[in-house]
């Protein structure tokens, strides 16, 4: 009996042991799984903050888009850009000239001028004369001044050659007049008479000029050469550019300022690239 006791006592040490270690064991267990647990859910909420701030960030950092600063800042005095012997050739009963209203004659202004020379019983030569000057600023959203110039003077010429009602529309394109030049010419018949019609458009850096010339024969007058109006809308178109130019020189005085022929306000504005005869 007291052997048996023995013997039991030897081995109960073991089997305590035995016991502890697997209590222990088991907080160990659950502890471990709690970490993982808290671990995994922590990094993912913390990533996608993380992911967020970075791209914030980033955001933040990236700069505001910008264009270059357009090279015109005014317009000249619009019934002033074409000299005086230019308009004593081209509409000689009206050297003055009506400017067109503009909320802005920085950025538009216009003025046209129109010419009856009647010879009684012989008729009448009627001539019309229009600039329309259309500048340009570089914007962030929609692009440099230049660039918008080119577009609008694009459209221009697109829009010159489908006038409704034009017959023998021909174009060419000009050099020596701003960056780029389009002349455009066709017959448009009225019930006054059969006008000829001359549009020259041209871009100088971010400002669109364009020149109408028409003119007709009326009451029996025969109607006027066509390549003789071409040839004088070109010159003054040339002159006009010029006079863009001349206005955004270093030392230049500013748009409405004094600079050339005076001029009557008008009580409506002609749309810039207007190319319909008027009588």
């Known amino acids: 009996m007291q052997q048996r006791a023995q013997r039991a006592d030897q081995y109960a040490p073991r089997r305590r042991s035995r016991v502890l270690l697997g209590a222990a064991a088991v907080p160990v267990l659950l502890l471990a799984?709690?970490?993982?647990?808290?671990?995994?859910?922590?990094?993912?909420?913390?990533?996608?903050?993380?992911?967020?701030?970075?791209?914030?960030?980033?955001?933040?950092?990236?700069?505001?888009?910008?264009?270059q600063a357009a090279a015109y800042r005014q317009l000249p005095e619009v019934c002033g850009v074409l000299p005086k012997k230019t308009l004593e050739d081209l509409v000689p009963e009206d050297t003055k000239g009506k400017e067109g209203s503009s909320g802005d004659p920085t950025t538009r202004a216009s003025c046209s001028w129109s010419s009856l020379d009647n010879n009684g019983v012989d008729g009448s030569q009627f001539r019309w004369l229009n600039v329309s000057l259309l500048r340009f600023?570089?914007?962030?959203?929609?692009?440099?001044?230049?660039?918008?110039?080119?577009?609008?003077?694009?459209?221009?010429?697109?829009?010159?050659?489908?006038?409704?009602?034009?017959?023998?529309?021909?174009?060419?394109?000009?050099?020596?007049?701003?960056?780029?030049?389009?002349?455009?010419?066709?017959?448009l018949k009225k019930s006054?008479?059969?006008?000829?019609?001359?549009?020259?458009?041209?871009?100088?850096?971010?400002?669109?000029?364009?020149?109408?010339?028409?003119?007709?024969?009326?009451?029996?007058?025969?109607t006027p050469d066509a390549d003789e109006l071409l040839k004088d809308a070109k010159a003054a178109a040339k002159a006009a550019v010029e006079s863009v130019t001349k206005a955004n020189e270093e030392g230049s005085p500013p748009s409405g300022s004094a600079s050339g022929a005076p001029s009557e306000k008008s009580s409506s504005s002609p749309s810039a690239g207007a190319s319909v005869a008027k009588s």
């Open 33 to 67: 799984a709690a970490c993982s647990s808290g671990s995994d859910g922590g990094d993912s909420d913390g990533g996608d903050d993380a992911k967020k701030a970075s791209e914030s960030a980033a955001a933040s950092a990236s700069p505001s888009p910008t264009v």
């Open 192 to 222: 006054e008479g059969d006008f000829k019609q001359q549009t020259v458009i041209a871009r100088v850096e971010n400002v669109v000029v364009t020149l109408d010339y028409n003119g007709a024969g009326l009451a029996g007058e025969k």
């Open 137 to 187: 600023e570089s914007d962030a959203t929609r692009g440099a001044g230049d660039e918008l110039a080119q577009e609008y003077y694009e459209k221009q010429v697109t829009d010159t050659k489908a006038v409704d009602g034009a017959k023998n529309v021909k174009s060419e394109a000009l050099s020596g007049t701003g960056q780029t030049a389009t002349a455009v010419r066709y017959d």
